[in-house]
């Protein structure tokens, strides 16, 4: 999972004591988890096709692909900028609005680090990437992204920990 990868990059940066790390995974991995479980049930509520099938069936464009693979479930919402939303939620109010990281997630693959001044720009890149790979649509990862948003909050708000 990118997240966890982003989790454990940040936390290996910072170096924080025992009882902050703890929390903070706590924290994080609920609200993925979280999120997660209210994006399938969407996606099976809703059932929006992906891009692949509008393009190629309704504009006409036969042997149009995607960058990556289109996946074998429904568009809406998208579940990395709903995952997205969340971890950059639950990260901004355990670390800040204005923190800046560089990710290494896929220097093994030769990519460039990618750098951001919040977590925020992140979530917003996520759901970018959908996009330009032409596998979801503008609207499906802005709503994603919101959508973790909230869960993140109402999971903040609601669970109280021994050292909130």
């Excluded at 979280?34 to 059932?47: F, G, P, S, T």
């Excluded at 990862?141 to 109280?160: D, H, P, R, W």
Aim: proline share 4%.
């Amino acid at each position: 999972n990118n997240y966890v990868s982003t989790f454990s990059q940040i936390m290996h940066i910072e170096n924080p004591q025992l009882d902050f790390y703890a929390l903070a995974h706590a924290k994080t991995g609920i609200v993925l988890y979280e999120a997660i479980i209210n994006c399938w049930k969407i996606k099976y509520d809703v059932l929006q096709d992906r891009p692949i099938r509008y393009i190629r069936n309704v504009l006409g464009h036969a042997t149009w692909s995607p960058l990556f693979g289109t996946p074998a479930h429904p568009e809406f919402p998208s579940a990395h900028s709903q995952n997205g939303g969340a971890f950059a939620a639950v990260m901004t109010a355990l670390l800040g609005d204005d923190y800046q990281f560089t990710l290494h997630t896929y220097d093994y693959l030769g990519m460039a680090p990618r750098t951001y001044s919040s977590f925020d720009e992140m979530a917003v890149d996520i759901g970018l990437s959908r996009v330009y790979a032409g596998i979801h649509y503008t609207y499906s990862c802005a709503e994603g992204k919101k959508q973790g948003e909230k869960i993140a909050a109402n999971v903040l708000n609601i669970l109280k920990f021994k050292k909130d």
